[in-house]
């Protein structure tokens, strides 16, 4: 892969990723502030600056090593948490699943509105490949976010909401995974398990329907 296309790619994946982790991570905390954690808003985390929810090791060494060490087959990479006191929250079993579901919540809408722009520019005769690249690059991104966030084991978000679901007992034998959480979902990633029996099904699905969804606006515009 030469150096010019290197460029190319970041350059049209920088916004997408950029609001995908931005607006993922700013509505973990202004659902945890809904229903009742203040702890994002006092750190000043209940933000749409990025800067604040770059993490400089997650967000951009790692996908550069990863990139440049697969040549684009294999990315990873991870925002800086927002932090949510589950204690504080008005009823905490059932407030951290509307907290967790936040985050995939806003990827989805994300996934949508890149989708409708993509749409729209292609109904309007625009032919300019980088916006369209951009727009396909925000609905790959956002269906990335959705569906490994949703991955059910702590600490993602899907094992969150698992704790949330799940009756008192197994709620609390799931939660003893949290501390070896990160390290069990990368050895699942690296040996392509949550790839090929989570992620890419997923995926797949979410994008299905969207473009269910989404049918009476592409009949209106094509």
Same mark, same amino acid.
């Given at each position: ?7 190319? &790619? ?12 931005? $607006?993922?991570? #700013?509505?973990?905390?202004? #659902?945890?502030?809904? %229903? ?38 294999? $990315? ?12 504080? @929250? ?9 907290? #967790?579901? #936040? ?14 722009? $993509? ?26 976010? %959705?569906?490994?966030? $949703? ?21 609390? @034998? ?16 690296? &040996?392509?398990?949550?790839? &090929?029996?989570?992620?890419?099904? @997923? ?11 989404? &049918? ?7």
């Amino acid at each position: 892969m030469d150096f010019a296309q290197i460029v190319q &790619t970041v350059a049209i994946y920088a916004i997408p990723v950029l609001f995908a982790i931005t $607006l993922h991570e #700013a509505a973990h905390g202004y #659902a945890a502030r809904h %229903f009742g954690d203040h702890t994002a808003a006092m750190m000043g985390r209940i933000t749409l600056n990025p800067v604040k929810h770059i993490d400089p090791l997650g967000t951009i060494a790692m996908p550069l090593l990863l990139y440049f060490a697969t040549s684009g087959a294999f $990315l990873f990479g991870y925002a800086k948490p927002v932090p949510v006191n589950f204690g504080r @929250l008005r009823n905490p079993k059932r407030d951290m699943i509307w907290v #967790a579901l #936040a985050g995939p919540g806003a990827n989805l809408f994300q996934a949508i509105a890149w989708t409708v722009l $993509l749409y729209v520019l292609v109904a309007s005769g625009v032919e300019e490949d980088f916006f369209l690249q951009m727009c396909r690059a925000g609905l790959l991104v956002n269906l990335v976010m %959705f569906a490994f966030n $949703l991955f059910p084991l702590p600490p993602l978000d899907g094992g969150r909401i698992l704790v949330g679901v799940l009756p008192w007992k197994q709620a609390a @034998l799931v939660s003893r995974v949290e501390p070896w959480g990160f390290f069990i979902v990368m050895a699942l990633v690296i &040996t392509g398990v949550v790839g &090929t029996l989570w992620l890419r099904p @997923l995926m797949m699905l979410t994008n299905s329907a969207i473009e269910v969804l989404l &049918t009476p606006l592409r009949m209106l515009l094509f």
